[in-house]
């Protein structure tokens, strides 16, 4: 009988140490992935890639970086003369293990130019130390507003999106198209409430009214109380963020309980993403949702660099694929005009600021003031093609600008 | 009155989910002692064989259902004998050292074989729909899935309370020794106990896939919600285990219903509170 006391105690203090660190708890193996690191008598132009491989962001780290790789290779990893290459750490998309690992890509490998991460925190986190450092970092994925509004720093440029342009281009569209009354849904983390809020904005603004709120948490396996809660009479949709897993779940129990047909759903691109859909089975049928790039974007640049894509890794792209892509064409392109020499950080983002490319989601440029990217913003519609779901662009939001506060 | 009713089933269904995923980890810690932390991976082991058999090789539910949780027995049966038998004798701490460290292999295993997206398995053809009850469509599979966790639970606890088996199983946690020198093979009972608890992991995975989907990193949720489980129910009994699955499955659909923002903390308030007044869980036995 005794053990039941010692039983009893090991695995109460186990459930608040899983609690605790549950997502953090997955930090065994770091990886280090030098690509093409052949030593040469000019030294090579190194970036530095913050993305995790471990952790609930890994698949999106992993595309991140097949996405850059497609594109340095395609120039044979050199650019301008100078070899291009890619030293990886793993963020495990922990702020604390980002900040280590930063230290070491300054100290130890001495890049002269910063990418990624994945995560907001993470970029949070690392922005101080960038500041100070002077070292050039183009945010590759993280979208949170504040990297380009209140925490902006000279050194710092975004070329995947801010929060606000994701949530704000759906909500004037959704009043003209789907209807006056709506619900929002949102994981419950900062950038689910910061897409939720500037989709309210914008909607509000143009005389839309909010039915309710619901912010599940982030990794929520069951939300068929949520939908009872959305499953109201008298809306005309809902408008939900999520992304991953949460999209997954959210949207087959979106039709399982009966809603789909009944209360049209909008949202986020990441809802129906090139990769989340084949695990959603037709459940996506009908969703609107807005990205700023889409596999079906019927533009050259985007042909190629899709046809491209799927010979290297046989697979199709992802949002993230092609955002990796954008960001090595942005600093290739930043790398030509400075004729190879990266040497001055000043010169490096004053140059990087000035590029005007046409990647694969359309043209993009950066706006001087906040260092946010202006970008086109589409309105998918997913349908059934042969019995799969295919993403469908049926409306185009041209040059969206963050406010920049 | 229609959306209650809903909320009701909604609970029911996901407490039955609860039981059939955490059935498994009552059984091995519960009634044999034994602390796996590695079971939240035969768990997720048992979802994605489940998925490669269904999804890809394109055999029925049913198969699938039959096939795997014998497979993640077997596993677990060679964990049991290869790996967990030596520390019986050394106690807790190099139990949790020693299984910690196998869901770490497993969970590297995991992202290499099946990558890092989450997988979802679809329910059987005939599942695949909704019914209309009082107004509210309600997925088949859920029904189903509270039918068969009823089922599971019944047959438990009569092998437990009421066989032959279940009363040498209890009367090896509370007296190993005595129950050896009444001429019991006593490693061959914990070893048939870690068999069946593993093969509830493998049965769980199997029937919790087309919900909760798959994805390398969930071994950890699992857990954490089995633990949850194991200690509002007590230790050494399948009832408490059932009840308190019932009981969070409630306050967990219920809270997020009424208070949404404090679901999260409710299942915990509930669990802290089921400390200080009855540590020993709702249904465990009084420590002595």
Redesign the interface.
């Known amino acids: 009988?005794?053990?039941?006391?010692?039983?009893?105690s090991?695995?109460?203090l186990?459930?608040l140490l899983?609690?605790a660190c549950?997502?953090g708890?997955?930090n065994?193996?770091t990886s280090k992935e030098k690509t093409k690191g052949k030593t040469n008598d000019n030294s090579p132009i190194k970036i530095g890639a913050l993305l995790p491989s471990?952790?609930?962001y890994?698949?999106l780290g992993?595309n991140l970086l097949n996405g850059m790789n497609l594109y340095f290779e395609e120039q044979n990893f050199e650019v301008a003369g100078k070899k291009i290459e890619i030293i990886h750490e793993d963020t495990e998309a922990d702020p604390q293990v980002a900040l280590r690992k930063l230290r070491k890509l300054t100290d130890q490998d001495q890049i002269d130019i910063l990418t990624g991460p994945v995560s907001t925190a993470v970029a949070y986190a690392i922005r101080d130390e960038v500041d100070s450092k002077k070292l050039p970092f183009l945010d590759s994925h993280a979208g949170g507003n504040d990297l380009t509004r209140a925490k902006r720093s000279n050194y710092i440029y975004r070329s995947s999106f801010s929060s606000w342009q994701i949530g704000h281009s759906m909500g004037e569209w959704a009043y003209k198209n789907i209807g006056k009354k709506i619900y929002v849904t949102a994981a419950d983390y900062a950038f689910g409430h910061e897409v939720a809020e500037a989709f309210k904005e914008a909607y509000t603004k143009a005389g839309g009214q909010i039915a309710g709120e619901?912010?599940?948490?982030l990794?929520n396996?069951?939300y068929?109380?949520?939908l009872?809660?959305m499953?109201q009479k008298g809306i005309d949709g809902i408008y939900a963020f999520y992304a991953?897993?949460d999209a997954?779940?959210f949207v087959?129990?979106y039709d399982?309980?009966?809603l789909k047909g009944k209360i049209p759903l909008i949202g986020s691109g990441w809802l129906t993403a090139e990769?989340?859909r084949p695990?959603?089975?037709t459940s996506p049928e009908g969703i609107k949702a807005s990205i700023f790039w889409d596999y079906s974007l019927d533009t050259p640049e985007n042909k190629a660099f899709v046809q491209a894509y799927e010979k290297k890794y046989n697979k199709r792209p992802s949002i993230e694929s092609a955002e990796g892509y954008d960001a090595a064409m942005i600093l290739a392109e930043a790398i030509k005009k400075l004729d190879g020499d990266v040497s001055d950080p000043n010169k490096l983002v004053e140059t990087i600021s000035s590029i005007e490319i046409n990647s694969p989601r359309g043209p993009i440029k950066f706006d001087k003031e906040t260092h946010n990217v202006i970008q086109n913003l589409y309105i998918v519609e997913t349908g059934i093609v042969n019995g799969k779901t295919e993403n469908k662009v049926i409306d185009t939001i041209p040059q969206v600008v963050d406010p920049g506060k | 009155m229609s959306?209650l009713l809903?909320?009701l089933m909604?609970?029911l269904?996901?407490g039955v989910?609860l039981f059939i995923i955490t059935s498994g980890i009552t059984i091995v810690?519960g009634i044999l002692?034994v602390?796996n932390?590695a079971h939240g991976s035969l768990y997720v082991l048992g979802s994605y064989i489940g998925y490669s058999l269904i999804m890809e090789a394109g055999l029925p539910f049913w198969v699938a259902l039959m096939a795997v949780p014998i497979l993640i027995a077997i596993i677990g049966l060679v964990l049991e004998i290869v790996m967990l038998r030596p520390t019986y004798k050394l106690g807790?701490l190099s139990q949790?050292l020693l299984t910690f460290g196998l869901a770490?292999i497993f969970?590297?295993i995991f992202?290499m074989m099946w990558?890092?997206?989450?997988?979802?398995v679809?329910p059987p053809e005939a599942l695949n729909v909704?019914v209309?009850i009082a107004g509210?469509?309600?997925?088949a599979?859920r029904l189903a899935l509270i039918v068969i966790g009823i089922v599971m639970a019944v047959l438990l606890w009569y092998t437990q309370e009421k066989t032959k088996w279940g009363a040498v199983i209890r009367a090896g946690?509370?007296d190993k020794e005595m129950v050896g020198g009444l001429g019991v093979n006593i490693h061959f009972v914990f070893t048939c106990v870690f068999f069946l608890g593993s093969l509830m992991a493998g049965l769980g995975g199997v029937l919790g896939s087309p919900?909760?989907?798959v994805?390398?990193?969930m071994e950890?949720?699992i857990?954490?919600l089995s633990?949850?489980v194991?200690?509002v129910g007590g230790?050494?009994s399948v009832t408490g285990t059932f009840i308190a699955s019932l009981l969070v499955g409630f306050v967990?659909?219920?809270s997020?219903?009424f208070v949404?923002?404090l679901?999260?903390i409710i299942t915990?308030a509930l669990?802290a509170l089921v400390?200080v007044a009855r540590?020993?869980?709702l249904t465990?036995?009084r420590?002595?």
Do not use: W
């Open positions: 009988m005794k053990n039941f006391k010692r039983n009893g090991i695995l109460i186990l459930v899983l609690s549950s997502s708890a997955i065994t193996s471990t952790g609930v890994a698949s992993e619901v912010y599940p948490p990794g396996n069951d068929s109380s949520y009872g809660k499953n991953g897993s997954v779940r087959q129990q399982q309980y009966g990769d989340t695990q959603q089975g | 959306a809903l909320q909604n609970g269904s996901y989910l810690f002692g602390l932390l807790h949790v770490y969970h590297d992202s990558g890092k997206n989450i997988l979802v679809n909704s209309e509210n469509a309600i997925p599979y946690l509370s919900i909760l989907g994805f390398p990193g950890f949720q857990l954490i633990l949850v194991l200690v230790l050494g967990e659909t219920f997020r219903y949404p923002e679901s999260l915990f669990m400390l540590p020993q869980g465990g036995r420590v002595a």
